[in-house]
């Protein structure tokens, strides 16, 4: 079964400063991952996506996310964090069979503090 | 943006009564999916569907109905209202699914359904 931890409900720092969000899976098979963010009152947007291919995957806006196999984690970072970058942000594990159903964590809100 | 719309974008309703949420796709997508975001949940899956009149169901079905006519278009229906039914839904589409691979499904910009 898949299943995601997001380790921090929420995240705050300041703007300039390093961002880290923190996820655990657990999947049955090799699992695909991705990052999704939503911006408040706004839908999901793909940030990042891990498919098994190079384990840092880089994604828009300047995040990027590396699989560590060993740990079961996939954690999200950006050197630089910028106003816009405030939002919730998904932690999701896919199951590679089936219809593709994707199996959320609970998200991490990110506060920018000017 | 994937051509992904919703109807009504916002809706309050009564409890008991039925409502129909409609999602429609623009890209011809095989699969589509019915979200609902509660806080401290995150998404969780309600039905899916695979084809034109193909669907299944997800996480948290009870309650809930779906259809699919056409490949643009899938529906999710409330058959009876409840409170424990006021959430935020989102719809979301994706790819043919091969197997061993895996796609990112796309989403639609959310319905945000009261029931009083």
């Known amino acids: 079964a898949q299943s995601v931890t997001q380790l921090d409900s929420h995240v705050s720092v300041s703007e300039g400063t390093p961002v880290l969000l923190r996820c655990n899976y657990s999947?049955?098979?090799?699992?695909?991952l991705f990052w999704y963010v939503q911006h408040p009152n706004k839908g999901l947007q793909l940030l990042l996506k891990y498919t098994s291919a190079a384990t840092l995957v880089k994604g828009i806006n300047g995040f990027e996310a590396e699989f560590k196999k060993s740990e079961t984690s996939f954690h999200l970072t950006k050197p630089s964090a910028h106003m816009s970058d405030a939002a919730e942000y998904f932690c999701v594990v896919s199951e590679r069979t089936g219809a593709n159903n994707l199996f959320f964590g609970t998200g991490t809100r990110l506060t920018v503090i000017p | 943006d994937a051509g992904i719309t919703q109807s009504p974008r916002h809706k309050v309703t009564e409890t008991g009564t039925p409502v129909t949420l409609r999602c429609h796709q623009t890209?011809?997508?095989?699969?589509m999916y019915w979200y609902r975001q509660d806080p401290g949940h995150g998404l969780r899956l309600i039905h899916y569907?695979?084809?034109?009149?193909?669907?299944d169901k997800g996480e948290v079905s009870d309650g809930y109905s779906v259809s699919r006519s056409k490949t643009e278009d899938f529906l999710l229906t409330l058959e009876s209202a409840t409170s424990s039914q006021t959430s935020v839904y989102f719809c979301?589409?994706?790819?043919?699914?091969?197997?061993?691979?895996?796609?990112?499904?796309?989403f639609g910009p959310g319905t945000r359904l009261t029931v009083t």
């Open positions: 999947s049955s098979y090799s699992p695909s």
């Open positions: 979301a589409i994706s790819e043919s699914v091969q197997l061993g691979r895996s796609y990112e499904q796309y």
């Open positions: 890209e011809n997508h095989r699969y």
């Open positions: 569907s695979y084809g034109v009149k193909d669907t």
